[in-house]
């Protein structure tokens, strides 16, 4: 599944390891499984995830102490991070998982169509993150490919764009941290339309 968009699936017991592997193997994911807080940061460093599923209690490095490493990093805090944890440990620990970054919690053990449910939230808002930075991309060559002067008849229509691109980022933002962006398809749509016309030569 070269394609596939990347999951982390971070605990301690290889037994679970597999079920969460076996539980999302119906999406299109591939599940990258680290039995430690330490080998998940390694993991990290090379290469890029959706989402990552962190056991909380780990030997050495537990998950509370992973996912304050993780949110540390430029290059991975805005990775959302869903706690895994035994049903007895859940209600004092959902406070310290959830002050220490993570968008959800789920108790073992989990129901399977929950899981994937949510995991299938968090693929959808990837996809659609790469889509925005592709979309971004394309209009920075436009760009780069005109002469000043045709940029600077362009300059409203940019202006348009930027504003759009802001209110895009702005519900990623908001889906990330938990919150809902009903508007999200609006705008997507709204900023769509503004690179085909930019695309089309305004």
């Known amino acids: 599944m ?9 605990d301690d017991r290889d037994e679970n390891l597999v079920a969460l592997a076996a539980v999302l193997d119906a999406l299109p994911v591939e599940v990258v499984s680290v039995s430690s807080g330490q080998a998940a940061l390694k993991e990290l460093l ?15 490095m537990d998950g509370f102490e992973t996912a304050g490493h993780i949110k540390a990093r430029p290059r991975t805090r805005d990775i959302p991070i869903i706690f895994l944890t035994a049903a007895g440990e859940a209600g004092e620990q959902a406070f310290r998982g959830y002050a220490a970054g993570a968008v959800d919690y789920l108790t073992k053990p989990f129901d399977p169509w929950l899981l994937r449910a949510k ?13 925005l930075r592709r979309q971004a991309g394309v209009l920075r060559q436009t760009l780069a ?3 000043e002067g045709a940029a600077g008849g362009c300059e409203p229509l940019l202006r348009s764009l930027d504003e759009r691109l802001a209110k895009v980022e702005d519900d990623v933002a908001r889906l990330r941290s938990g919150e809902p962006a009903d508007e999200l398809d609006d705008h997507v749509a709204s900023l769509r339309l503004a690179l085909n016309a930019l695309s089309s030569g305004g």
């Open 2 to 10: 070269p394609n596939a968009t990347r999951i982390l699936a971070v």
């Open 119 to 131: 995991v299938s939230v968090f693929v959808e808002l990837h996809r659609r993150n790469l889509e």
């Open 46 to 60: 090379n290469d890029d995830f959706a989402l990552i599923l962190l056991d909380v209690v780990m030997p050495g």
């Open 145 to 147: 490919d005109n002469t």
